[in-house]
């Protein structure tokens, strides 16, 4: 828990540097989610059958500057379950830019799982948030990925077979991704579409196995409708391909409803 708080505070205060920000915009909200795993194959019997459809309670925020923009958010998972099953996770990523529109990147993502395990994904590099209009913006990253993982014991070889393995924490080759969104409008009421799309590639040996294969895909494409000033509603599709001990492809829904704060 020391490294999670460590690593958001050091992004968090370097988004903090500048004096004089100007604020453009900014948003908080809190919601609940239902999770529907649908496709992908884990070796024991696709996800679909092994894994718990869930709810999940988070709240996100995020920010524009002068200087950048800030994002985070804080999800505790699979509440409608036995405690010893349950989950966290966290994200932070920042864009600080260096130069016009060019960025220095940096995220954290944190997962605290009580059943599974304990894995901490940092990326440092660069961005640019020069893509952008009217009602929709095109962010993207690229970055060095850094990789703390606790679960140290099996994996499965090129013949489908359990053997042991070393612990994959350290460098993990690069990310790269993206967040965008769209707003637009059908007979007057307000929808939103985001996407965002993680990308890694030469990925260490170990995580490699762990993931099956050195290049992994993870990301979402959600839709959102404002019900209310105040309450939204949303869906997702979450998708990923050699990611969360998934072999290929998989996927799975997301329902939710929130708050705007």
């Not at 529907?36 to 679909?48: A, H, L, M, Q, S």
């Not at 869906?235 to 001990?245: A, G």
């Amino acid at each position: 828990m020391r490294k999670s708080v460590v690593a958001l505070s050091v992004l968090a205060a370097a988004a903090a540097v500048p004096a004089q920000a100007e604020y453009h915009y900014g948003f908080a909200n809190v919601y609940a989610d239902y999770l529907k795993w649908t496709n992908g194959d884990d070796k024991f019997g696709g996800v679909e059958n092994t894994r718990d459809e869930h709810v999940t309670i988070g709240a996100e925020a995020g920010a524009g500057f002068d200087w950048g923009q800030v994002y985070g958010f804080y999800e505790y998972e699979k509440l409608d379950q036995a405690s010893d099953s349950r989950s966290q996770a966290a994200k932070f990523t920042a864009h600080y830019k260096i130069v016009d529109e060019v960025t220095l990147y940096g995220q954290v993502y944190d997962l605290k799982d009580n059943k599974f395990t304990n894995e901490q994904n940092r990326v440092l590099g660069f961005g640019y948030l020069g893509l952008n209009g009217e009602g929709w913006s095109f962010n993207p990253f690229i970055g060095v990925h850094d990789l703390s993982i606790d679960n140290t014991g099996e994996k499965y070889n090129a013949e489908g077979k359990l053997e042991s393995y070393t612990n994959a924490s350290g460098f993990n080759g690069y990310m790269a991704g993206w967040t965008a969104m769209y707003n637009f409008e059908i007979a007057g009421q307000p929808m939103m579409v985001t996407n965002w799309h993680e990308i890694e590639f030469d990925r260490n040996d170990d995580y490699a196995a762990l993931q099956y294969g050195k290049i992994g895909h993870n990301g979402g494409v959600s839709l959102w409708y404002d019900i209310t000033e105040s309450v939204y509603t949303g869906l997702t599709y979450r998708y990923f391909y050699n990611k969360l001990s998934v072999d290929g492809y998989g996927d799975a829904v997301i329902f939710r409803i929130g708050m705007h704060l």
